[in-house]
């Protein structure tokens, strides 16, 4: 695979720009570095077969290095090498130094942001200087010559994670920088176009400048990026929570304050929880959303798994002290088990009552996967949508490292967690009513769910 990879990509022509450039010792110096924390980290590598096969891989691309590197030929290198052990907690994260030098030399860009679905490619919003060219939702089909799945398909190895439907909403966050950074495009475009009367034809639409690029997305429309929402449909006795992460403690505690008040003081009886494109985030914020629909007692997770490590130690005495002596009681590559803890619901005079229907899609992930699964182990209400982009097993709670020379930001999941809402550990949670997530599928089938159930 690693192999292949490196036929893929090819490093982008740099033309005048001032690059800082690293000598293969230096690079070496980094990779074994990160190797020897990612492998010493990792739970998956105190298998002997695992680490014989990833050493083998890691051996192969020290071998194939160049004598010249910039941090783009640096992490084009090593994002494919993190990304296959298929853990979306463990990773590379893309430098910007190079595209920023390049930038301010007056480099160009691809003029779009894009929106990605089941391998294919969509304009989302075109942001060259003639507004007229493109409405939005014209399909793309090659760009420079190359199909844009095969595009979608080569940047997936740069991303790791079992849900596909992650990693291209990842890949279409960054595409307008992936594709200057894997292929070297930046002057003009030659497009293959689907329009909307399904006509196919070709292009050449020039890149556009940073300054042009900040210029022109003022016309962009508004983008909500608003991560919690709520709503109340007094017709329908309905109130509607969005909840865009699980990052944010101390915005969802005072979103929940004041919408689970509101949903009291209008006696709301039907809740819908809508967690579609929640990329998880921390286990103490689903904590305090388990506060407001639940008094039993719970654990969010049926097992965890924490490999002990030099570096886990360090970390501890670092920023747990007062927890450093017990994580300090164990041996080098111990995989420690903690205590089965119940978490029990603080008192909350907010706390609903009534009917709950929750919503997931194939990006619900982390921790928003973890709420899926208890809201199902637990029998909360219903589920509707699609199968969570999170497994039941999953390694998590990563913290970021870089390394000495080329300053290469990487991230290593030092947990295995096994969550509920399912018996295969390699799936997500299954919803009891599956609906695919097409503009607003989801939500329509619910409230017409809702409304039946009102008029029976």
Not at 310 to 326: A, G, S, V
Request: hydrophobic share 35%; glycine share 6%.
């Amino acid at each position: 695979m690693i192999l292949m990879v490196l036929c893929i990509f090819t490093f982008p022509a740099i033309g005048q720009v001032n690059y800082t450039y690293y000598s293969k010792s230096e690079v070496e110096q980094d990779m074994d570095d990160a190797f020897e924390k990612l492998t010493s980290i990792h739970p998956i590598f105190l298998d002997n077969e695992v680490l014989a096969d990833y050493q083998n891989k890691f051996s192969i691309l020290k071998e194939s290095l160049k004598d010249s590197m910039t941090q783009n030929d640096v992490y084009l290198v090593l994002a494919p090498l993190f990304a296959s052990l298929n853990d979306g907690h463990t990773g590379i994260l893309a430098p910007t130094n190079d595209r920023s030098q390049y930038n301010k030399a007056g480099g160009k860009a691809f003029p779009f942001f894009v929106t990605i679905k089941k391998d294919s490619m969509y304009v989302s919003f075109y942001c060259g200087n003639d507004s007229t060219l493109f409405r939005g939702g014209e399909q793309i089909l090659e760009i420079n010559g190359i199909e844009a799945i095969k595009m979608v398909h080569d940047m997936q190895m740069l991303y790791g994670g079992k849900s596909i439907a992650n990693k291209q909403k990842a890949i279409a966050d960054k595409f307008r920088f992936l594709i200057w950074m894997c292929y070297g495009f930046d002057e003009n475009y030659e497009l293959t176009i689907k329009n909307y009367q399904q006509e196919i034809h070709k292009m050449t639409i020039p890149g556009i400048t940073s300054d042009e690029f900040m210029h022109n997305l003022k016309r962009r429309p508004h983008q909500n990026k608003e991560y919690f929402e709520f709503s109340i449909q007094k017709g329908k006795n309905l109130a509607i929570m969005k909840i865009g992460t699980f990052g944010d403690l101390e915005g969802f505690c005072n979103f929940a304050d004041s919408a689970f008040a509101e949903i009291k003081n209008h006696k709301v009886e039907n809740l819908v929880i809508d967690i579609r494109n929640n990329g998880g985030g921390r286990s103490i914020v689903v904590d305090s959303l388990m506060n407001y629909i639940t008094d039993k007692e719970y654990a969010q997770y049926q097992k965890i798994e924490i490999r002990i490590s030099p570096e886990l130690k360090e970390r501890y005495k670092e920023r747990y002290p007062n927890r450093f002596d017990w994580i300090n009681s164990y041996a080098i590559n111990d995989l420690f088990v903690p205590e089965y803890v119940f978490t029990k619901p603080q008192n909350n005079n907010a706390r609903f009552k009534g009917n709950l229907i929750l919503l997931t899609s194939n990006t619900s992930y982390s921790a928003a996967a973890t709420f899926a699964g208890l809201f199902k182990e637990l029998k909360f209400g219903t589920i509707i949508g699609e199968e969570t982009g999170g497994t039941i097993s999953y390694y998590g709670d990563f913290w970021y490292m870089k390394t000495v020379n080329t300053g290469i930001t990487f991230y290593v999941s030092p947990k295995h967690f096994i969550q509920y809402g399912g018996a295969d550990l390699m799936r997500g949670v299954f919803p009891d009513y599956y609906v695919e997530d097409e503009e607003d599928s989801i939500m329509d089938f619910t409230l017409e769910r809702i409304e039946e159930n009102d008029n029976q």
